[in-house]
Nanobody, 121 residues
Framework: VQLQASGGGLVQAGDSLRLSCAVS????????MMWFRQAPGKERDFVAG????????RYADSVKGRFTISRDSAKNTVYLQMNSLKPEDTAVYYC???????????????WGQGTQVTVSS
């Protein structure tokens, strides 16, 4: 199983970025794909999640209305479109998978490497 995150970078407040998570080797039982983020000195927090089959989506309150999670099943890729970025969105972003809808790091089965997002004011 491999999750490969990419797309991070340095942007200014108000800008947009799209993160990608290329997925390989997952079984159909790993139905929930998630994005987490971890800022320096803080815990890793849930950002957004999506079920592969039904495309049902969940968001943390802090990103609702600004971030959109989506998937391209043909490309086995999950995206996180981030608009109206704020300095407080600065973090390392990780993609992860789990068997069911859940929002904790302990419930994730597989993790990608992180991609750094830095938003300057």
């Amino acid at each position: 199983v491999q999750l490969q995150a990419s797309g991070g970078g340095l942007v200014q407040a108000g800008d947009s970025l799209r993160l990608s998570c290329a997925v390989s080797g997952l079984t159909t039982s790993d139905n929930f794909m998630m994005w987490f983020r971890q800022a320096p000195g803080k815990e890793r927090d849930f950002v957004a999640g999506l079920t592969w089959r039904e495309a049902k989506k969940r968001y943390a309150d802090s990103v609702k209305g600004r971030f959109t999670i989506s998937r391209d099943s043909a490309k086995n890729t999950v995206y996180l479109q981030m608009n109206s970025l704020k300095p407080e969105d600065t973090a390392v972003y990780y993609c992860a998978s789990s068997r069911e809808v859940q929002f904790t790091t302990t419930g994730a089965r597989f993790w990608g490497q992180g991609t750094q997002v830095t938003v300057s004011s």
